[in-house]
């Protein structure tokens, strides 16, 4: 008889997971671009595009931070060091 394997199980938990997570980033990522453009719309008030561009490279610097220091994020003092 096959018993499925508690591991795969375990990882597929995890993507799960994972997926579930960036989907809800990326739709809090929409909806702050929506109220935006909504804002904008309504009251006339212009974003400049410099400020696109500043959340833009803020996001890639955190990625490529994160994604170098990965095994270190689960530690508590990890933003602390100095």
Not at 17 to 38: H, P
């Amino acid at each position: 008889m096959n018993t499925p394997n508690p591991n795969l199980a375990s990882r597929l938990i995890t993507f799960a997971l994972e997926a579930l997570k960036l989907f809800g980033i990326a739709i809090g990522c929409l909806a702050l671009i929506g109220i935006a453009v909504f804002v904008s719309a309504r009251t006339g008030i212009v974003i400049p595009a410099r400020w696109f561009g500043f959340f833009v490279w803020t996001g890639i610097y955190m990625w490529i931070v994160c994604r170098q220091y990965k095994t270190h994020l689960r530690q508590a003092n990890f933003g602390l060091r100095s």
